[in-house]
């Protein structure tokens, strides 16, 4: 816990300096990355004469999948390096480092190195995104009531980040050229390093040292597997660019959600049956394995943006305004403008609702994000049918379908990680948030493999893939919402309230 809490009490807008110092690194580390990730499946698509990649859809999305997925599931192991070894404020500097290394190495006109420079972002975003939203709670006293605000505040940086890298990295990719887009994603992580470096001391002792520190003996073992597994990767890595293995990215990806989804089962299976638990959180741990259910299905669709709906978005959407055309990566925007302007009524809409008694389950709260997610497919669904006749949809199309999912994720998002941490087990809230991370990795993974079936010479089964994705969503909200009305009592054992959840704390991209 920080020692300069309250000596730094009215530092930025009532709230300790140190928050400032995370807003505004997060706000250039989130521009970077979401810039950099509006343009990866159109340069890996872009054929050489656009000075692409030229890889078929398949595989650049399933490759997008892998990255998305890695980006979550390397959060577990950055946590545990920041608890175990170097602490929080020395983590969230490497994995800077890192992350504005790998935009450099994708800023240069080769090929041979494109997936060195992925490995290296998703590998540096691993250590710096899960301790740097840990680092703004150590910022508060336990009691500090400006917490939730001071939070609110932290993911208002992260959205704006986020507007600011479509913007600027999808502008300077797709009209000046792909390399200058990673290249403005470098330039803001290293602002981003630049501002940390600077004010780092308005953190104090916050997470300065490692939580849980190993015994020195301990820490070299750890350091040596750690660098073991660099090794291994930089060998695969450099066996493949040199054509000595070929990497089969659509099959990877196929395994890598199956191994996912094991992991999650069984360690979810390790708490349920091995963990020592009583009848009551046994309840809550089946309401909880809903909400996951639901997490891993709704990001599956979700994050279509960054892939099919993005080529849709490119090919077969009207972008034109006067002589000006709107860059395809700019759509994307729409997300992070909706989550802006609809967080507080959704915070509204939760709080009134508890206070008429009016409380859905978390299931039920999910399942409504999940199907209103999917009826943005159902958007698409005859946006597609348009463009089958070989038309160009108006861009409203993807403005509509993108506010749906914006209101399916307020509903799910923050409510999915709020059960979270109210229904696991106490003693092992940490694991379980872990295993919870691994619905998202799971869920992007899949969105990679579903976006492969998007063929830009088949334009007739796109809406064929739309309707797909919106009636298996649909069908499983609504057995989840149906199972929901069991488990809403299987919450509440135990609890003599339940509290409204704020969504306005919590959207996707703060994950």
């Known amino acids: 816990m920080s020692s300069n809490t309250h000596q730094n009490s009215a530092g930025f807008f009532g709230h300790p300096k140190g928050l400032s110092t995370l807003f505004f690194t997060e706000m250039w580390e989130r521009m970077s990355y979401y810039g950099m990730r509006a343009l990866l499946v159109l340069f890996m698509t872009a054929s050489l004469q656009q000075e692409g990649l030229a890889f078929t859809v398949a595989a650049a999305t399933a490759i997008y999948g892998l990255y998305t997925g890695a980006v979550y599931f390397l959060g577990l192991p950055g946590g545990w390096i920041a608890d175990r070894l170097l602490g929080g404020q020395r983590t969230v500097w490497y994995g800077g480092i890192i992350i504005m290394c790998g935009h450099i190495v994708l800023a240069i006109p080769s090929d041979s190195t494109f997936f060195i420079g992925l490995i290296l972002v998703a590998t540096g975003t691993g250590l710096l995104k899960p301790n740097i939203s840990a680092l703004v709670g150590h910022l508060y006293a336990h009691d500090d009531v400006r917490r939730d605000s001071g939070y609110a505040l932290y993911y208002m940086g992260i959205n704006i980040g986020s507007m600011l890298g479509y913007l600027v990295c999808g502008y300077f990719g797709e009209k000046i050229g792909w390399h200058w887009g990673f290249g403005a994603a470098a330039v803001g992580m290293g602002i981003g390093l630049i501002q940390y470096r600077k004010t780092i001391g308005n953190l104090g002792d916050a997470s300065l040292k490692p939580e849980h520190p190993m015994t020195p ?136 609702l508890g206070k008429r008694m009016i409380s859905p389950s978390y299931g039920m709260k999910c399942a409504i994000g999940l199907m209103i997610m999917a009826s943005g497919f159902i958007v698409m669904f005859f946006a597609a049918q348009q463009a089958a006749q070989g038309l160009k949809v108006a861009p409203m199309w993807l403005v509509t379908t993108y506010f749906l999912h914006t209101v399916g994720e307020l509903c799910l998002s923050p409510v999915a990680l709020s059960a979270v941490s109210k229904l696991s087990p106490r003693r092992f809230a940490g694991q379980m948030m872990g295993v919870f991370v691994l619905t998202y990795s799971i869920g992007n993974v899949i969105a990679g493999l579903l976006a492969g079936n998007f063929d830009p010479e088949n334009v007739s089964a796109l809406p064929n893939l739309y309707i797909q994705i919106a009636i298996f969503s649909i069908g499983i909200g609504a057995v989840i919402a149906l199972i929901s009305l069991k488990s809403k009592t299987w919450e509440g054992e135990g609890q003599d309230h339940i509290e409204a959840v704020e969504p306005a704390e919590a959207p996707a991209k703060t994950v």
């Open 217 to 352: 003996e301990g820490a070299k073992k750890a350091w040596g597997a750690i660098w073991a597994i660099v090794a291994i990767v930089t060998v695969v890595a450099v066996l493949s660019i040199a054509g000595v293995i070929i990497i089969n990215p659509v099959a990877v990806a196929q395994n890598t959600a199956i191994i996912f989804t094991l992991i999650f089962f069984a360690y979810y299976a390790y708490i349920y049956f091995g963990g020592k638990l009583s009848q009551v959180e046994k309840k809550r741990m089946w309401a909880l394995f809903l909400v996951c259910i639901a997490s891993a299905c709704f990001w599956s669709g979700f994050e279509q943006a960054g892939s099919s709906l993005n080529l849709f978005g490119r090919d077969y959407t009207d972008r034109l305004i006067g002589s000006f055309e709107i860059p395809a990566s700019w759509f994307q925007n729409v997300n992070p403008m909706f989550i802006i302007i609809l967080s507080p009524f959704f915070a509204a809409l939760w709080i009134n």
